[in-house]
């Protein structure tokens, strides 16, 4: 039960402290799209969401806030983009219009958030914590019509250019402002505003009319106007701030009315304007009307597709552009390059649908492809030949289907094996039979096998036959050679793929140890200089070689298993032993090492000796009396009840250590997810995803008064390699902390009783439990306090008065609540270490 505490103590300080981070619902969705991209699984994200802070009960809010979306998240937030974009002042200037236009396209970036919040919950539907189950697959990604996003993508921007010059080819009209400049022998600049009857006041001159007339043709007016006036001078027309024109956009587009905009703007900056094409609308026939006469007539694929952009002209006031429905959606899949839907026009045939989709893949099967229509009650396959293409008209909702070819070869056949170069090559011509596929392959291999080598032929029904041929006949001309037939697969097989790899091994006491390629004639002189010859460890005396025994044809096991050979090398590195001994195929050799051949190993003293630092073990019995005796012994100041050896860590104890926390871990676990309570279970999840890491040190309790006074005793332990002693300086204080009412360090009084110290802390508090008082010594030792006795109080130490334990058996969550307030993380994790010793 002890141990159950301290564990979950540690947890919950541990997940109380990330909890208190609370994160929002949408970073909540982040993180699981996060992850998920990631490859993470269920468990794993529902971990880390613990680990952020995130309850059940958020969770459960998350889950109802999408399940009262769920039936309108598209459509409702869609109408009220609508409802925003239609209560905008179609009649604002041209100069708010801008900032209008700039809302439209935050409506519809709101819309694509809505569109990435569905991805989101829809990757959501993998968590099931605590019985919250996310609705799945809430809206199906309808198909894109190719060219419909065009006018609405947020990537895009049709706004009108501002910042260039007036074009040539600009018309004037009343609200431009136009600035004539004339210098040389009279200097005047003239800025004047066209009036609504599209005239310009000149002083001294008098009204010119302008509108009408193009940016080049007001130019060369404006000259001949006022040229006999200021002879010798040039004069030159430009438009400061352009007026602003009021169009009407009408039909199938998402956001139909009136616009005010830039006199540059064009019928594509009016769509953009509008909010794109909808769905019902069509892109192949946008027509623009100019005082009830149609002046533009735009196909939005001719533009896409060829860059034709003859169409889209400059607006100007009173314009009206009309979008009408389309004529047919079909939709193209298979070989083609871009598999997609398309609007087509009731005239247009299969052929054109090819060119918008780019065209055949370089794998189509071009022959013919595969139309499935409505037809009536019932849907109807069409199979269209290649020369039908261009007269076969495609109606709305058919399917066209592009198949691939065949995924065989009408003229191949294909060498496999011991062969130069094996590989695919042509029937046919130069190569009709074997010898003909061998030669064009540049001939056998070294080690080829030529007795049975193995075709592979199909037959009419497809299937799959077997045929052996000889190669060897065939190529010394007494057997008739094979005729070849498409797809034929010939594998001559090498001698060596047969055998097998043959190695050598050789372990122990080489600059190289590992496996070798075998090679015939091989020494052990010869192998061990292939390693790198022997290491300065090696033993010159034991040499061992081990051989499998292998006979293909017993028909029982037998007892033996392998032969074991032993050797020594002698001086001139020959090794002594049965002569002319040589290594055969799988061979393993083992170099020993001597027996007398250490290494120094140092251990390290510090603190208050004469001499500390690192000392070499002289022998495999070195013990603490024999490293303070090489220190010169213990400094006048020191402490020695107060000394600590720190030992290094072996693989083995930390595996032992880890084994117990795991045990005890899956223990608790298993006690937390038997509770009801929500709490019990989400700390149960995060209990099994703790880890607690273990150091690489710990410390060992010793006594090293008594390993000075009796050298070799009990007490004076054996050291090992990395053994750190840390002798302190006298300490005269008393450290007191748990249940009593004001913790504090006092100077030790030699002597005095538990009784004594408690006084001076205040008392025990309420919770302490008075019998169970312990000190914890300097030297890393715990020993209960006697109350009767002064002798268990030592300098240094420190006094701990534990907690009562509970009247009844404490759930989890009691449990983890006296955790949150006892000591510190790591006083307890260094307990819980202790307590699993």
Known sequence: MTKKIVFLIVLFLSFQWVAAQSISDEQVIKIVMTEKEKGSDEKTIAQKLLRQGVTPAQLRRIKAKYDQEQEGLGALDV?????????????????????ENFMLRDEKAKYNNLQKREMLQSEMT????????????????????????????????????MNIPTPADYVLGAGDQVIIDIWGAS??????????????VVEEIGPIKLAGLT?????????????????????TLSVGTTRSVK?????????????????????????????????????????????????????????????????????????LIVVGPYDAIVSVGGKVKRPMKYEMKDDETLSKLLTFAGNFTGDAFTKNVRVIRKSGREYSVHTVEKDAFASFKLFDGDSIFVDSIIPRFSNMVEVKGAVFHPGMYETGGNINTVLDLIDAADGLREDAFTARAVMHRRKPDRRLEVLAVNIEGIMDGTVPDVELRKEDVLFIPSVNDMRGEETLRINGEVNYPGVYEYA???????????????TNAASMVKVDVFRRIYDAKALAEQDTITKNFSFAIKDGFVVEGEP????????????RKSPVNS????????????????????????????????????????????????????????????????????????????????????????????????????????????AIENPGGVEDIVLRESDVLTVPQYTSTIKISGEVRYPITLNYKKGEKLSYYIKRAGGYTDRAKKSGVYAIYMNGGVSEISKRSSGDIKPGCEIVVPTKSAAKKLSTAEIVAIGSSTASIATMIVTMVNLMK
Do not use: C, W
């Open 79 to 99: 109408t009220a983009i609508k409802r925003n974009r239609q209560a905008v002042d179609k009649n604002a200037p041209v100069n708010d219009r801008k900032g």
């Open 126 to 161: 993998f968590l099931d914590i605590d019985s919250v189950v996310y609705y799945n697959n809430l809206l199906k990604e309808k198909e894109v019509v190719y060219g419909r996003n065009l006018f609405n993508n947020e990537l895009l921007t049709f706004e009108p250019a």
């Open 187 to 200: 200097q005047q600049s003239i800025d004047g505003e066209i009036s609504p009857d599209g005239f310009v």
């Open 215 to 235: 940016v080049a043709e007001a130019n060369e007016y404006v000259k001949d106007m006022l040229g006999g006036d200021y002879s010798g001078s040039s004069i």
């Open 247 to 319: 169009v009407e956009v009408v039909g199938d587009v998402v956001t139909p009315g009136s616009y005010t905009l830039s006199a540059f703007s064009t019928l594509f900056n009016a769509l953009y304007t509008a909010g794109g094409i909808s769905d019902m609308g069509t892109l192949r026939e946008i027509n623009v009307f100019r005082s009830g006469k149609s002046v533009a007539k735009i196909d939005v694929y001719d533009y896409i597709i060829n860059g034709n952009n003859d169409g889209n002209i400059r607006l100007q006031d009173n314009d």
């Open 520 to 534: 015939e004639n091989t020494t052990i002189e010869d192998f061990v200089l292939q390693a790198g010859g022997l």
């Open 580 to 591: 002319g001994f040589l290594l055969e195929p799988f061979d393993e050799v083992h170099v």
């Open 599 to 706: 290494v120094t190993m140092n251990v390290t003293v510090e603190g208050a000796v004469n001499f500390a630092g690192d000392y070499a073990m002289y022998s495999r019995n070195y013990r603490l009396s024999d490293l303070i005796n090489a220190a010169g012994g213990l400094s006048e100041f020191a402490f020695p009840e107060g000394a600590r050896l720190y030992r290094k860590m072996t693989d083995e104890e930390r595996a032992q250590r880890e084994s117990v926390m795991k045990l005890s871990q899956i223990q608790m676990y298993e006690e937390s997810m038997r509770s009801e309570s929500d709490y019990d279970i989400t700390l149960a999840d995060s209990l099994m995803n703790l880890k607690l890491e273990l150091g690489d040190v710990y410390a060992v309790a010793i006594n090293l008064e008594m």
